[in-house]
């Protein structure tokens, strides 16, 4: 079956960096676009990044681009996430997204790995 496991939050310093991972099992990595999403309390889920499945194309929310890069290694079935210039706004819930082609309601999504920018 399909897991996702991230890791790699923690909690850092504004300016700081942090480099999220997302192991991938169950199915042919390089078949499937990859994202990160995050929540913070409050707030609706944010998609923040994808890749393609070979790595060529990425895309960006407005909010981390410059600052965030979402790359991935399919040899190791892993895609990350480096964020730098964190700020307290970065402090949330991030996820690992695999799409479903049935559509967002079968998407995969791993457990999380909590990322809190603080002083």
């Known amino acids: 079956q399909v897991q996702l496991v991230e890791s790699g939050g923690g909690l850092v310093q504004p300016g700081g960096s942090l480099k999220l991972s997302c192991a991938a099992s169950g199915f042919t990595f390089s078949a499937y676009a990859m994202n990160w999403y995050r929540q913070a309390p409050g707030k609706e889920r944010e998609r923040v990044a994808g890749?393609?499945?070979?790595?060529?194309?990425?895309n960006y929310a407005v909010s981390v681009k410059g600052r965030f890069t979402i790359s991935r290694d399919n040899s190791k079935n892993t895609a990350y996430l480096q964020m730098n210039n964190l700020t307290p706004q970065d402090t949330a819930m991030y996820y690992c997204n695999r799409p479903s082609r049935g559509g967002p309601a079968y998407d995969y999504w791993g457990q999380g790995t909590q990322v809190t920018v603080s002083s």
């Open positions: 890749i393609t499945g070979f790595g060529d194309g990425t």
